[in-house]
């Protein structure tokens, strides 16, 4: 292990676990962003709702129910 990926480890261990939930909520916020914005790039003009699902199922790619799921939304 590195140096820095030693004291990135220390930091993060020395965080509340408030702080990490509240971290772990910017993290998802941001890559929901970030994939909102690719979403619309690729298909300018949807309708909010539509993003909205289809970034859902961009995060959820891998977990084949939820897939199921979100597919079943507006249907």
């Known amino acids: 292990m590195s140096e820095i990926e030693r004291r990135y480890r220390a930091e993060i261990a020395s965080w509340s676990g408030r702080r990490r939930v509240e971290?772990?909520?910017e993290i998802f916020e941001e890559v929901?962003?970030?994939l909102a914005r690719q979403v619309l790039v690729e298909n300018p003009?949807?309708?909010p709702?539509?993003?909205r699902r289809?970034?859902?199922a961009r995060m959820?790619?891998?977990d084949p129910e939820t897939l199921d799921l979100?597919?079943?939304l507006d249907s």
Do not use: K, N, Q, T
Request: glycine share 4%; proline share 5%; net charge positive.
């Open 32 to 34: 929901w962003e970030m």
């Open 49 to 51: 709702h539509e993003v």
């Open 23 to 25: 971290r772990s909520a």
């Open 45 to 47: 003009g949807l309708p």
């Open 70 to 72: 979100i597919s079943r």
């Open 60 to 62: 959820y790619r891998s």
């Open 54 to 56: 289809r970034v859902a």
